[in-house]
């Protein structure tokens, strides 16, 4: 696995997706808000976890870190040396206990089990085969305690948004400029449908500094009821799908897909 140029430097990842306590210097309410109601739905579920809890994909500890300040023996897997730095770091500022173990969450082996394992913000939609989701899901089998859960959010996929002009730039957000001013955020996008891959191209710009830095990923599209087939070839099985982190029904105009999972016996 490659790493995504999106998580290649820390800092500039926490500025897009800052702890909710930071979430001030994101201008655009809609991304401060789910940045804020995803800390408190993974945090609330952690809580209610009866043992250890597994962040996959856990990044720079945005989740991880207070979820260990709330007493929950958590550990933290992620594929990139400069966001698991930058974790560890944060952990020991906040004198959190948190394990971060360097891995792919494709095929990682662990010496325990857990009572939940959470793959949070569209991480697991870096897998972009479906051997690669099959393997991921399988390792969660494995690394699931009897009666343990599998909770993850993705997109629901949005047909407007993935027939999108390629050539036409779309506002993401505005956020503070550390150094003074503002950064705007803009994407283009190409979906392919044949391998259901979204080829995404971010553009930062300041004031006076257009396009002064781009970043190119991609993400895979699950649809609702391919997710159902992906889940029991891995031997598991979805539980419950909310809409949101406000956990409403989940319906098609729904713009996510959270989901808790289980092994099937």
């Known amino acids: ?72 023996d958590i550990t933290g897997l992620d594929f990139s040396d400069s966001m698991l730095d930058a974790a560890r770091a944060k952990a020991s500022a906040a004198l959190a206990p948190v394990q971060f173990v360097r891995g792919d969450m494709r095929n990682f ?5 857990f009572a939940t394992i959470m793959i949070a913000s569209n991480s697991l939609l870096h897998l972009l085969t479906v051997e690669d989701l099959t393997q991921c899901f399988r390792s969660v089998r494995r690394h699931l305690e009897p009666g343990g859960r599998l909770i993850f959010d993705i997109f629901n996929p949005d047909l407007r948004l993935l027939a999108r002009d390629p050539g036409q730039r779309y506002s993401l957000l505005h956020m503070d400029d550390p150094n003074g001013g503002e950064i705007n955020l803009e994407e283009t996008a190409h979906y392919d449908t044949a391998t259901q891959i979204r080829y995404i191209r971010w553009h930062f710009s300041a004031p006076n500094t257009p396009d002064f830095r781009v970043i190119d990923y991609h993400l895979r599209v699950i649809f609702p009821q391919e997710l159902l087939v992906l889940l029991e070839v891995a031997g598991l099985r979805l539980d419950k799908r909310f809409g949101d982190f406000s956990r409403p029904s989940f319906e098609s105009s729904s713009p996510r897909q959270v989901c808790f999972c289980s092994a099937i016996p």
Not at 13 to 33: E, G, K, V
């Open 109 to 113: 082996v662990l010496p325990e089990r």
């Open 1 to 72: 696995m490659q790493e995504c140029p999106l998580y290649a430097e820390a800092e500039l990842y926490d500025r897009l997706f800052p702890q909710a306590r930071n979430s001030l210097s994101i201008s655009d309410p809609a991304w401060r808000d789910r940045i804020v109601a995803s800390e408190q739905f993974y945090l609330e579920e952690a809580k209610q976890s009866r043992g250890r809890v597994l962040e996959l994909a856990c990044g720079s500890g945005r989740l991880t870190v207070p979820i260990a300040q709330s007493e929950v």
